[in-house]
């Protein structure tokens, strides 16, 4: 009898220690059985910023930098949100939790929306003309938004609530009522303006190089089509630089740190470079490596 009271409290004693020795685990086990915090990453279709469709589906350079930060922020689960622009300010003002790649920084905006360091530099905008139009743009390749904008008899197209960069926005905004501008918003945007262009429907529309290229491409009237560089443009390389951005809410500040983390090992990377590089002509790289390596990475804030 004795020897079995010995045996019980033996079995006490080690089912006791077993379970001391097991509490850490069972505590422990909630956190890791958590559900990580979801970013909603909000895209718009602007190749070749963003494709969604066709050859080419998810290679823009927006695309990749996206999927290098989702595979570096691997403490968040991610998902793809197609969507217009409209839609994207409603979310982000709800303090959504909700992201994208890369948008122009301007003051209203920075009341929703936390910025990361820059996470894009894109060469700037640009007037884009049918070739016949030259005449009336001047007979030069460097010219004045303003003084396009003053000229009622060209009209100029202008997407709703798509950032071209604050210089170029501020001046928009003075030609908000404008008869000659065109301002229109709805699917495949980018590609709707190239083909009224193509038309005649439009004298000049505002595009990013790599952008020009694409659509010019996409369309066959590459031949038909010039650049025109914006006289404004040229002032200032922070109409080169676009940021990732969040809502503006302790979450979406959370995750602006991280994404922060991310870009200062990222970007010096040349699969990084490489997103936007590849599509650019082959005139337009040296200039861009050079402002890449002696500006763009030198702006850590």
Known sequence: MHHMRMERQ????????????????????????MAKETITWLEATFPPY????GEYKGQGYGDVVTDILIKHLDQYEHKRMPANI??????????????SAGLYKKPEREEFLHFSMPSFLTLPNVIVINKGKYDAFGDTNTVSLATILQDKSLIIGQAKNRSYGRIIDNIFEEYVNASNVFA????SLSLNFFQMLKRDRLDGIIGLPEEVLYQAENLGIRDHIMTLAIEENQQSLDAWLSYVVCSKTPWGQKVIEDVNKVLRQQRPTEAYRAAYERWLDKASIARYREAYDKYFLSVTQ
Do not use: W
């Open 50 to 53: 963003l494709i969604h469709q």
């Open 10 to 33: 033996n079995d006490k004693t080690t089912n006791y220690s077993f379970s001391i020795y097991l509490l850490p685990a069972v505590l422990a086990l909630p956190q890791a059985l």
């Open 86 to 99: 409209s839609r994207h300010y409603r979310m982000y003002k709800r303090g959504e939790k909700v992201c």
């Open 184 to 187: 229109y918003e709805g699917k």
